[in-house]
């Protein structure tokens, strides 16, 4: 760690940052409907307005993880950010389908800088206790971003398909803010000389060697994506189970979403306290059982009520999984591969969450809406299994 000690003011900057990775697809999800009429394309044609960013974002991160391991994370920060508000705000005075879907490209480039950078800003200014507050702070403004941009989007959506996109120009100031908050670490202190890399097929080298001697690094990748694939069973298809309750008005459904934020943002902001007294893997391994519960729940429910506790053991589950990854990667990585390492993990959580409706979409026709909980059931119970053996013969119980 370095000899400086951020202020308040920083983390404030790094957490107003982190709800806009969340926003990047959440801004919009209430009016793909209204897009879809507004530049007359079908619905497939539309749902690439919502999936587009994702897929750069898992192209662009190893790319920003290398950048930001040569330079640090300030500068590729504070430019993700300006680039973020210009792509996402374009969508303003987009008029037609193909200027919008090339501003939600441009949008993606920017949330891949700045979702590695403010991992690795987090890894930089902080240490020990402070650093893992901070990041479960940082997963719990993530949270309380999932909850609240939808009601912030729809609301806004009643104006007009294009003023959502407006919100996402709020990333300019905040990269302004970030320009006089956000201080120079170690790396970007240091001469080109000592920034010096090897060359790409060196590093990739080095790399596959680093996952063969740390196999626990891509073991962490794979939890990530796990806990995103999880995460969008419930933003996906929750709310085709409510509507066999009969629950169906969009803000009745963003309730039972908010509340899923709300109970993750709650639990990742105790999560220091927590990782204190059990550690990061029993944290986890209670994550797996939450998920096993809330599914199954889910997969047998016969009420609205009972639905919503569902969430609330979902939601748990994800906050207490979040910051464990982060922190599992600042605590393998090597000083020097904390950009390009940190990179996999959003490429592992984006793509999760692409894979997941069209991997659980399968279910329905043979199973039907409930056996998508099932099936995600069985999986987190698998997880549980898994990671409770290793967990056993780690402490010596087994």
């Not at 003011?9 to 806009?20: G, K, M, P, R």
């Not at 993606?108 to 950078?117: K, S």
């Not at 429910?301 to 910051?323: K, N």
């Amino acid at each position: 760690m370095d000899d400086f000690s951020p202020s308040r003011v920083t983390l404030w900057v790094i957490l107003a940052t982190a709800t806009l990775t969340v926003m990047a697809g959440a801004i919009i999800g209430p009016v793909v409907r209204q897009i879809q009429l507004g530049v007359g394309v079908s619905e497939s044609l539309a749902g690439l307005i919502i999936t587009t960013h994702g897929i750069l974002i898992v192209v662009v991160s190893p790319i920003a993880g290398t950048v930001i391991d040569r330079l640090g994370p300030r500068r590729p920060l504070i430019g993700g950010l300006i680039v973020y508000g210009v792509g996402g705000g374009a969508g303003l005075v987009a008029e037609t389908f193909l200027p919008l879907l090339l501003s939600r490209v441009v949008l993606g480039v920017g949330v891949a800088f700045v979702y590695t950078a403010i991992t690795v800003l987090i890894f930089t200014l902080y240490a020990g206790q402070r650093m893992n507050r901070a990041l479960g702070l940082r997963s719990s403004a993530n949270s309380i971003g999932a909850a609240v941009w939808p009601l912030v989007g729809g609301a806004l959506g009643a104006l007009s398909w294009q003023a959502p996109f407006g919100v996402y120009l709020v990333a300019v100031p905040i990269g302004l803010a970030a320009v006089v908050t956000v201080p120079e670490a170690g790396r970007e202190r240091a001469s080109p000389a000592d920034r010096s890399q090897p060359g790409l097929w060196a590093r990739l080298r080095s790399q596959g060697r680093l996952f063969v001697d740390r196999p626990m690094i891509p073991a962490v990748y794979l939890l990530y994506f796990g806990a995103n694939l999880f995460l969008y069973v419930v933003v996906v298809f929750y709310p085709q189970l409510l509507a066999g309750f009969g629950v169906t008005s969009s803000l009745a459904v963003g309730v039972y979403l908010a509340v899923n934020g709300a109970s993750s943002a709650v639990a990742a902001a105790f999560y220091d306290r927590l990782l204190v007294r059990f550690g990061r893997p029993v944290l986890v391994l209670v994550a797996f059982g939450l998920w096993t519960c809330g599914f199954v729940i889910a997969a047998v429910v016969g009420s609205p009520l009972v639905a919503g506790g569902a969430v609330v053991l979902l939601g748990v589950g994800t906050g207490l999984v979040f910051p464990s990854a982060f922190g599992w990667i600042e605590a393998l990585a090597p000083a020097d591969r904390q950009g390009s390492l940190s990179s996999y993990v959003a490429s592992a959580g984006y793509l999760g969450q692409f894979v997941s409706p069209l991997a659980f979409g399968t279910v329905i026709p043979v199973f039907g809406i409930r056996g998508v909980f099932g099936v995600a059931a069985v999986a987190a119970g698998a997880g549980f299994a898994l990671l409770g053996g290793m967990v056993a013969r780690e402490t010596g119980v087994a």
